[in-house]
């Protein structure tokens, strides 16, 4: 397989699994949710969450992880935004902690592709 097609593919693969997680970020972030659980655990699901929405496309563009974590940042704000129409309670700490999430997650998945990109086993020698 030619290089462009192996990035092309890479792309295709990295922006399929982002969408994905949006997409059940979104269902999981609007959905009414049930009352209990310790107090402030929900802001290490953001985290983690975020994190996960945030690691694919640095790891196959490093150079897009500034505009990722911004654009994970912007998408969580939209849920914040729009969560009181769907009986939930927007709050900053979640916005907070969707961008920890977006920061941890864009910056390992661009560790992760230069570090990979640099080994000897990749580049086949």
């Known amino acids: 397989m030619a290089q ?3 990035k092309l593919r890479r792309m295709v693969i990295g ?3 982002t969408t994905v997680v949006a997409v059940i970020i979104a269902v999981l972030t609007l959905a009414p949710m049930p009352s209990g659980g310790p107090a402030g655990s929900d802001k290490i699901y953001h985290i983690l969450a975020f994190a996960c929405l945030a690691f694919p496309l640095p790891l196959v563009r490093p150079r897009w992880t500034v505009w990722v974590i911004l654009g ?3 998408y969580g704000g939209v849920i914040e935004v ?3 129409f769907f009986g939930r309670q927007a709050e900053w700490a979640d916005l907070v902690a969707d961008g920890i999430g977006a920061a941890v997650g864009a910056v390992t998945g661009s560790a992760l592709s230069r570090y ?5 086993r990749y580049r086949g020698s």
Do not use: E, H, R
Not at 116 to 120: D, N
């Open 116 to 120: 990979v990109m640099t080994s000897p």
């Open 15 to 17: 922006s399929a699994v």
């Open 82 to 84: 729009i969560q009181p």
């Open 72 to 74: 994970v940042i912007a």
């Open 4 to 6: 462009g097609q192996t």
